[in-house]
């Protein structure tokens, strides 16, 4: 059975023990810490929904979604189970209760529950990600020199933004106090651009996009370093597919080492 949950403390010990194994740990934080101050905080967030799956009084999953109503939009933060039918009961639930709706899940490559579920309701996945973290100083003293984002320049971002996500152009320049936008201008043109977050001690680029006619010319280095040089002090994290060999090799020569035992998969998937 699965019910909305208003309260986690009780349930803390029962996510700290799924979170324990390789296979289901969340991938997407950096620590235990942040990861269950996260899950502690979550219920009282009106943009955060918190369900758990019950065998008669007992917990066997606890699952955790960002929710925009106005957009008819959910995305799995969290996910701690290890049952195959809490899986399936998470999904028919969603599925009553949000018809319509367009769902990403962002989960562990070796929660195998849940990806079977997401198959069988034949859901686009994304490739997995490797995740990596700034590990040094960065410094960029070539040119071509990118620049933070400024109003004048709105119609050349939006213009070549991509628009197969959630988070487009116009969604991440009317959330200023989460996102940080980067630019490659080249003779007054909008060539590439960097959405970042802000608002965490550990923020990640979002996109990274340079337009073909204008790479490797140094401008995705231009505006990582930018990136890197305007979040200071705080730290910095990034996923990027595994298997994208030159993009791995540019963020390492940016002060990037991968983490081990933290890639991630996306499922995107209408309830």
């Known amino acids: ?41 979550a219920p009282s967030q009106s943009n955060k929904l918190v369900l758990g799956y019950f065998q008669q009084d007992t917990i066997l999953g606890l699952f955790v979604f960002f929710v925009e109503g106005s957009e008819q939009y959910l995305e ?3 996910s701690f189970s290890r049952l195959p039918e809490a899986y399936e009961e998470l999904l ?22 849940l ?4 198959e069988r309701l034949a859901a686009a996945f994304d490739p997995e990600q490797q995740k990596m973290a700034l590990a040094g100083e960065t410094a960029w003293e ?25 988070w487009t152009a116009e969604k991440i ?9 980067i630019l490659a201008v080249e003779e007054g043109e909008v060539v590439g651009y960097i959405d970042i977050t802000t608002n965490y001690e550990e923020n990640e680029p979002f996109h990274v996009f340079v337009k073909e006619s204008h790479r490797r010319k140094g401008w995705a280095k231009a505006m990582l370093a930018k990136a890197i040089e305007l979040n200071r002090p705080k730290a910095m994290v990034l996923t990027v ?10 963020y390492a020569s940016m002060g990037f080492v991968k983490v081990n035992g933290q890639n991630s998969i996306t499922a995107h998937v209408s309830l």
């Open 115 to 118: 990806h079977s579920q997401l």
């Open 1 to 41: 059975m699965i019910k909305r949950l208003g309260n986690v403390q009780e349930h803390l010990d029962f996510a700290k023990e799924i979170n324990s194994d390789p296979c289901y740990h969340i991938p997407i934080y950096s620590s235990d810490e942040e990861l269950f101050t996260r899950l502690q905080d």
């Open 241 to 250: 597919n595994v298997d994208n060999i030159p993009a791995i090799a540019l």
């Open 173 to 181: 320049l009317d959330a200023p106090e989460r996102f940080r936008v």
């Open 92 to 113: 028919a639930f969603l599925k009553a209760r949000y018809p319509g709706w367009q769902c990403d899940f962002v989960y562990n490559p070796g929660n195998l529950f």
């Open 142 to 166: 070539g040119e071509p020199q990118a620049e933070l984002y400024s109003p004048r320049h709105r119609e050349g971002y939006t213009a070549i933004h991509a628009t197969d996500m959630y």
């Open 76 to 78: 799995m933060l969290m």
